[in-house]
């Protein structure tokens, strides 16, 4: 059995920033486990431009951006495994991993964090209806294809969902020389960044069709086209506008789920807005000692963000694996009104890392401007006005200690409408 | 010559051919798709049913108990998962709970041991998420569960091992009836053979058409299923049943012997054969009925829906006979439920009914009743995962992250007698792809061991034979000549992507 002062599973950008700041810190024996070949995790296949505007305020591909991390790694003394996947972790931190060159490895580590990222959801999460053929693919498995294997999965496409690997995706095969018909999408509103709306849709003039979802998938071997519909107030599709378009491939971009399995086995207590763990100010579980950030944690737009969290909760592990009372509960956070959900879900003060916390949340549907409320049992710890929000767009705030200090019980989020976008 | 063609490669079909392939005799599995157990033994409830359900005297009745009490047995010597784990009838009111009682008095007037009924307390103790106005139930100890797929790919393999011929992509299209035998012809050429067992399925009534035997007729009647993540695996341990209709044993909640849990089927009378699509409506009848028997069911752990095909035949029995108008064919049609559970009892009666017809069956010296070994990484414990690692490092590379499934396994299942050439294959075999994510991780890697494996470009790999490729071209291969620069900076393009954020406040 090996044992380490901080293993991190999941060698993402999550992982990767978390191992740095990590060493940094000063924290010895770190070791990163890797299920695939290479570092960069998801980035490896995102070969876009785009990536790193907040932390290195330049315009950098996903490759690029990991390839920054992975060369800063190589002086620091922080381990990496790859091609070696983590199969079970206990609650008192056992690790079990399994590779081809060692066979089942066992680890016990002082503290451990979680990077393991997202997977994306599939059709059955969906209940879509019809045939099972070959030509129907997430996004994410697409992107794979194309970017790292080489091949086209699909000449005429219908993507349904706009999240923004769906919205990428499309102009990735319109440039490939496939046609991309139309991107369904079953809300009144984009589901990406409204720039990748405009610069992946509306330059190559492929439509989006808002409050439209696929109601029947056609072909026993290979899918041969989709039925279209348009959907009411309740996303009940209407059956009388239905239509059909004819295409060989439907793409699927209709979420994202963090990849929880390990993190079940931890006891650890979720949020079943984020469908993570619940974290407090240094991004630690329930489960004492063991962190979590990235993807995993909570669905990520930008991996500046992925990159600041990981940042965070390597400082949390090392504040840990130094002190002699390892408990840190505090402050409840509660998401209210207008808000899906709001990380950290706990504070607490005594333990705080700076001088001020971030937070991060997601609201509830599109708003043109609204004002976030931040209150406590003694009052309004803090508000401020925001435009253009999306719930596909995170919010980020500030609160400073002093602020967190003053308020007592519990902090509500809330965010309140002020007019409605058209 | 071939002594015996089988028609079909389902679980009827190659049952049959493993307990023939005891016998010194030649014989021949012809199948229609590209592998085994494509059709309904593929999409059914794999409940391994007592026999209670079946009026007393018909074939489904006899089959039913007969095969229920072979099953175990079979699935130990083929090494293939089977779980004893009972089932329960549920009735919420005084009319079903009469039922009940019918039920059980049938049972036991099929010979079905080991039935009792429990009362409301009882049973909400055994299966806690059960609908609170459950009343009572028909206890069946003697029910079980199996993959159905599996068991046929098994059979199938054990039936290669002992010398049976398979041919896929071989559909009959013609039976031409000679003197001495038969002639069968498919699209790959003809084969001789003194009997034909008619194993078709849906297509049965078609085949037994062909060779001028008699006729009846096969009417669809479709099932369609939704299936939960493991995570909700613990929802019901036995297989739950709403008192049953004329027409069907209703929408159960059932778990599945590799650990989800299931709701479904419905049963529509349909036209097309071939359609086994899932509808709209019939998701939504399905939660509806399984909600009647377990309220709380987690939709939104739902990981994929699907639907197979009842082979209901005009004597809605099944049809076991030898034809009195062509010496030397023997139909096995309307092989609707409870016919997985009847396999082994069905291929018993098939060769009395070929020794009847004057066959001489001398069992060989060499048959081999197992099959080669099967790993499970994802069941094993960790000491047998490091020997096995040790002995071949491709076990320490796991391909399918949901359902833990290594490279060896993908490896194996292609290698195996009669191993898998699509994407499907590899997943009946090895459930690669069968777990939450639904292949979004492993498919793309199991189509590049499975081009490496069977030396083909990745481009030829198929979801389920012919016509189902996976991809559709080669990098840059759609874009037309001259059409190169069609979009020009293409590269400055890409990089105005993904700036968003912006409207987010820091
Ligand atoms: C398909 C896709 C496209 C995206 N495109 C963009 C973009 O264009 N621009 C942008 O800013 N953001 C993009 N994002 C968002 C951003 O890149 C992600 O938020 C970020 O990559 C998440 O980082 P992560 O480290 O949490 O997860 P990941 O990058 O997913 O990394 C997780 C790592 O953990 C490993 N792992 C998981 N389980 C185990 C285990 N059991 N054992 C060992 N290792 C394990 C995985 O192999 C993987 O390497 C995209 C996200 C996705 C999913
Ligand atoms: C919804 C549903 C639920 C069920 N639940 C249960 C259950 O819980 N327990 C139980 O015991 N039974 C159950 N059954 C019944 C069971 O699934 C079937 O009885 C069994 O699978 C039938 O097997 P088979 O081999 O006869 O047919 P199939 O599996 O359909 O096999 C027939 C084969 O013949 C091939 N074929 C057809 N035409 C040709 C041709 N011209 N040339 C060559 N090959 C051809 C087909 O491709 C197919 O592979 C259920 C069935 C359904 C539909």
Redesign the pocket.
Known sequence: MLCKDLVI????????AAALEAAEQGVKDVMI????SG?????Q??I?N??GLHVFKEELT?PEYAQKFIDKLENTGVEVLLD????EITPDKRIF?VNSRIGVLEIQSKAVIL????R?RTRGALNIPGFRPAGIFT??TA?RYVNIEGYMPGKEIVILGSG??GL?MARRFTLEGAKVKCVLEIMPYSNGLTRNVVQCLEDYGIPLRLSHTVIDIHGKKRVEGVTVAKVDENLKPILSTAEFIPCDTLLLSVG?IP?NE?TKMTGADFDASTQGPMVNQRMETSCEGIFA????LH??????F?TME?RLAARGAAQYLKEKDGSCRGTKVIAGEGLRYVLPHAVCVEKMLDEKLNFFMRSTRPMNKAKLVIESENGIVKTKMLSYLKPSEMINIELKKSEIEKAEGHLKFILQEEGVLQ | MYDVVVIGGGVTGCMIARELSRYDIRVILLEKEEDVACGTSKANSAVIHAGFDAKPGTWKAKMNVRGNALFPGICAELDVPYKNNGSLVVAVDEGEIKVLDKLMNQGKENGVPGLKIIGHDELMKMEPNLNPAAKAALYASTAGIVCPYEFTVALAENAAQNDVEFRFNSPVMEIMVQNDGFIIKTPHGAVKARFVINAAGLFSDEISKMAGAEEYTITPRKGEYLIFDKNFGHLVKRVIFPTPSEKSKGILVCPTVDGNVFIGPNSNDIKDKTDVGVTREGIEEIIEGGKKLVPHLPLSGVITSFAGLRAVSNTNDFIIEASRKVKGFVNVGGIQSPGLTSAPAIAETVIEILKEEGMDLIEKPGFVPTRPRKYRFREMDNAMRQKLIEENPAFGHVIC?CETVTEAEIVDAIKRPLGAKSLDGVKRRTRAGMGRCQGGFCSSRVLSILARELKLDPRQITKCGPGSEILKGGYKEFIAEGDENKFLNAQDVESL??KGGEASVM
Do not use: K, Y
């Open positions: 599973i999941g060698g993402g950008p999550a992982g990767l486990v890797e299920r695939d570092l960069g995790g998801i980035l296949q995102c876009h785009g990536f996903g070696t996947m983590v199969i991993a990077a393991m990222g997202c994306e996004a994410g992107q923004d690997i990428i994202l990849e390990l950030c990235g993807n995993v669905v990520h737009d930008l991996v500046d992925v990981a | 992250r992507s993904w």
